[in-house]
Nanobody, 122 residues
Framework: QVHLVESGGDSVQPGGSLTLSCVAS?????MGWFRQAPGKEREGVAT???????HYEKIAQGRFKISTSADMKSLILQMNDLTPEDTGMYYC???????????????????WGQGTQVTVSS
């Protein structure tokens, strides 16, 4: 069982930056960030595995950076140049045994946090 707690969500103006954090109760081999905007389906943002291999979805490339502690119990998402389209609930996810050891936003994540709200508005 892995318990995940996100923090760092806030209201910011367009062009601003935020750093989201997720603390895991146990080591895991694959972690990721997802988000869900009001009225939309949840979408992947970025993932990282225990070898620090990272995958970014198009929405995150060039603006967001995912990182983790060496023990994979702390996950960070640095977000820059935020736009109103980035508004939504951001979720941390963890998967101890990703299929074929491949960690990406299409991985079947077992554990999810409760989310942290990000609002980008002028």
């Amino acid at each position: 069982q892995v318990h995940l707690v996100e923090s760092g969500g806030d209201s910011v103006q367009p062009g601003g930056s935020l750093t989201l954090s997720c603390v895991a109760s146990a080591h895991t081999r694959c972690m990721g960030w997802f988000r869900q905007a009001p009225g939309k389906e949840r979408e992947g943002v970025a993932t990282i595995d225990s070898s620090e291999i990272k995958h970014y979805e198009k929405i995150a490339q060039g603006r967001f950076k995912i990182s983790t502690s060496a023990d994979m119990k702390s996950l960070i998402l640095q977000m820059n140049d935020l736009t109103p389209e980035d508004t939504g609930m951001y979720y941390c996810a963890a998967e101890p045994s990703p299929w074929e050891d491949y960690c990406y936003t299409g991985t079947d994540f077992t554990y999810w946090g409760q989310g942290t709200q990000v609002t980008v508005s002028s």
